[in-house]
């Protein structure tokens, strides 16, 4: 675990250096809410599609540029540079493009498309890209977290992450569970804890939540966090949500993503 977290430190301030910030635009004139058309495509992150489907980044998700993404992020949802950048590299990775990509080339396995996740089955269920669609049944596990209570909070997510991980140790052979998975899956649940609720606490209105994963729009009533969001920011989170997590331990399932990298795209 801590040479991930080295690595994500290495990221943090490598992006760091690159940094570059986009004034604010107004968001309720420019930006207000589009469901995707016909020929517009999206990916696996709820987030993504949020900032597509209110103008952020292209409203087609196609020829999406790491600038883009960045600029988009910033301004959608106050997350700073190191994140986003990060998808954008994976984007361009996953892309037969040079320079940019469409938001569903991110649906190739093991780069933010990963098995155990809150909205979509793993790829094994739902091959050939019809994983990529936000799924009710998939949801229903985070839906139905923390009863009695309004909010979701680091408890809750390590139980719903504990939950889906275990439905795919029973049913999916194809499986990849890994340290970098459960980093992943957890800084996944740190980052909607801090983006649609607080950074701090780590609670978020379930309201708030569920219309933006159900609906990847900006949800009524929310803010944009006042603060940057960043890797940095939900690293407590994150371990907080790995602590009381009950990880079994890896197993040794690997994505078949790198080997499908489509890096001589074109030739
Ligand atoms: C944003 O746009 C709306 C709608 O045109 C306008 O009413 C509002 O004053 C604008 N806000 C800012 C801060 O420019
Ligand atoms: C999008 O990218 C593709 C592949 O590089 C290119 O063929 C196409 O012309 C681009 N479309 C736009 C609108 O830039
Ligand atoms: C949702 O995912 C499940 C697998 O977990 C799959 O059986 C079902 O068909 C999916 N639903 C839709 C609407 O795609
Ligand atoms: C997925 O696509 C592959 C290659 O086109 C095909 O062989 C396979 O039958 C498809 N699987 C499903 C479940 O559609
Ligand atoms: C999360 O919420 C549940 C339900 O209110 C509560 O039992 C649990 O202690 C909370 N977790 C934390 C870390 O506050
Ligand atoms: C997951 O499976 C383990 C081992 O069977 C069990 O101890 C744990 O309670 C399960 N967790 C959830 C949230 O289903
Ligand atoms: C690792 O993979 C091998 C070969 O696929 C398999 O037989 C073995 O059971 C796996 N071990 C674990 C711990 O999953």
Request: glycine letters at 8%; a negative charge.
């Amino acid at each position: 675990m801590f040479g991930l977290i080295r690595l994500f430190s290495f990221f943090v301030i490598f992006e760091g250096i690159v940094a570059m910030v986009s004034p604010y635009q107004n968001q309720t004139e420019s930006h207000h809410f589009q469901a995707p058309g016909e020929g517009d495509v999206r990916s696996p992150c709820p987030f993504l599609n949020v900032l597509a489907n209110h103008g952020y980044v292209p409203r087609s998700g196609k020829n999406v540029t790491i600038p883009d993404i960045v600029k988009g992020g910033r301004e959608g949802f106050n997350v700073g540079p190191n994140f986003f950048r990060l998808t954008g590299k994976y984007g361009l990775l996953t892309s037969p493009n040079i320079d940019s990509f469409n938001l569903d080339d991110l649906n190739l396995r093991g780069y933010i498309e990963m098995d155990t996740f809150l909205t979509r089955p793993d790829a094994f269920f739902a091959p050939n890209n019809t994983n990529l669609p936000f799924n009710e049944t998939v949801y229903q596990t985070m839906a139905s977290s923390n009863p009695g209570v309004d909010y979701y909070n680091v408890t809750s997510q390590a139980q719903v992450q504990d939950a889906r991980l275990n439905h795919s140790i029973a049913n999916n052979p194809e499986l990849v569970n890994d340290a970098t998975s459960l980093f992943a899956r957890s800084a996944a649940s740190a980052l909607i804890l801090s983006i649609l609720g607080d950074p701090k606490t780590g609670v978020a209105k379930k309201s708030v939540v569920d219309t933006l994963m159900r609906e990847e729009r900006m949800p009524d009533g929310w803010k944009r966090p006042e603060d940057v969001i960043d890797v940095d920011t939900i690293r407590p989170l994150t371990q907080a949500i790995m602590d009381v997590s009950n990880w079994p331990g890896p197993n040794n399932g690997t994505y078949p993503g790198a080997q499908q990298l489509v890096i001589f795209g074109g030739f």
